[in-house]
């Protein structure tokens, strides 16, 4: 079992930063290729970016060279950098994990565990 909470969200302007961090707790985290994810309102929930075990990453195409993924197994935690923000990156975002390689996450294959979200909203 892993339990996930994220945290970092807010409000900030077009073209600024923020870090989102999700602590995890439960044993098997450094088993786990850890994910985030996405849902803006009315849209479905979309894959952003996922790091496996051994940190190789995977991206969603319209987040490359702005977004980061890593991790620190020795705290639990997972992060999201994310940089040059655009108006359409508000959503919800979702921390989640599970035993997929991120390709197979990215693909379509729905992690196990899931986080509550938090909210990022870029204004224009």
């Known amino acids: 079992q892993v339990q996930l909470v994220e945290s970092g969200g807010g409000l900030v302007q077009a073209g600024g930063s923020l870090r989102l961090s999700c602590a995890a707790s439960?044993?098997?985290?450094?088993?786990?290729?850890m994910a985030w994810f996405r849902q803006a309102p009315g849209k479905e929930r979309e894959f952003v970016a996922a790091i496996s075990r051994s940190v190789v990453t995977y991206y969603e195409d319209s987040v490359k060279g702005r977004f980061t993924i890593s991790r620190d197994n020795s705290k639990n935690a997972v992060y999201l950098q994310m940089s040059t923000l655009k108006p359409e990156d508000t959503a919800v975002y979702y921390c989640a994990a599970g035993p997929q390689w991120p390709s197979e996450i990215a693909a379509g294959i729905p992690p196990g565990y899931w986080g509550q979200g938090t909210q990022v909203t870029v204004s224009s």
């Open positions: 439960g044993r098997t985290f450094t088993t786990y290729t």
